[in-house]
């Protein structure tokens, strides 16, 4: 059973330009959050998708937008690069079910981390 | 503003001995708890969850403890193992309808010495 996978695995970028990361999630789930870990911090939820529609949204601005696909996969797209968008960009996925259910709980994938020159 | 705190970066415990990690979060509208472990170039591994209607639930070596009057929770492994040397996240989230946002700490530097 695979679990959530994510590509690429590191990707350099450089100021102003865009970039496109993907999201595979967990077999059997439905819904897909990405997640944004600044280095020594916690990570911090940028936004949700659930039925190919983004159902929440952290505090980032619009630069970033998201999609998900109706085999639920998902694209964290970043418009006009900033040096402060370099992190380690997570993609969670579950299953909306009762809480503390197996499938209700975010299962992460490993990550893509971002460097903006 | 900081909802969720994990104020120690790091801990250091010999092998058999018992790991206490500590969090404290400010929002009492949140109803659920889990505890991620991170291994260097893995993402945030589940752990152990619990509701706010516990203060307690067990999983093995793993416990977590809720104190909701205090809005502290804490997890206990026990016995700690090296293997057990990893960064540990705790989250808090609220109920919506379904759609649910982990708010995380920014974690603590486990070290489980031989």
């Known amino acids: 059973d695979a679990g959530v996978t994510q590509s690429p695995t590191h990707l350099i970028k450089t100021r102003g330009q865009q970039v496109t990361l993907r999201c595979s999630p967990k077999?059997?789930?439905?819904?897909v959050s990405w997640y944004q870990q600044a280095l020594g911090q916690g990570p911090q939820f940028i936004f949700q998708y659930y039925e190919e529609e983004e159902r929440q949204r952290g505090n980032f601005p619009d630069r970033f937008s998201g999609h998900q696909f109706p085999n639920y996969s998902s694209e964290l797209n970043v418009n006009a690069l900033l040096l402060g968008d370099s992190a380690l960009y997570l993609c969670a996925s579950n299953s909306r079910g009762p809480r503390g259910g197996d499938k209700n709980i975010q299962y992460f994938g490993a990550g893509t981390r971002l460097s903006v020159l | 503003d900081q909802q969720v705190k994990q104020n120690s970066p790091s801990l250091s415990v010999q092998e058999g001995r018992i790991s206490i990690l500590n969090c404290d979060y400010t929002?009492?509208?949140?109803?659920?708890f889990l505890w991620y472990k991170k291994y260097p170039a893995e993402g945030p591994t589940f752990l152990i969850s619990?509701?706010?209607?516990?203060d307690k639930n067990e999983d093995g070596r793993f416990t977590v403890f809720l104190n909701k009057s205090a809005k502290h929770l804490s997890l206990h492994i026990v016995p700690s193992q090296p293997g057990d040397s990893a960064v540990y996240f705790c989250a808090a989230s609220r109920y919506q309808g379904g759609s649910e946002k982990l708010v995380f700490g920014k974690g603590t530097k486990l070290t489980v010495n031989p």
């Open positions: 929002n009492s509208m949140f109803d659920y």
């Open positions: 619990i509701s706010s209607i516990k």
């Open positions: 077999s059997g789930h439905d819904t």
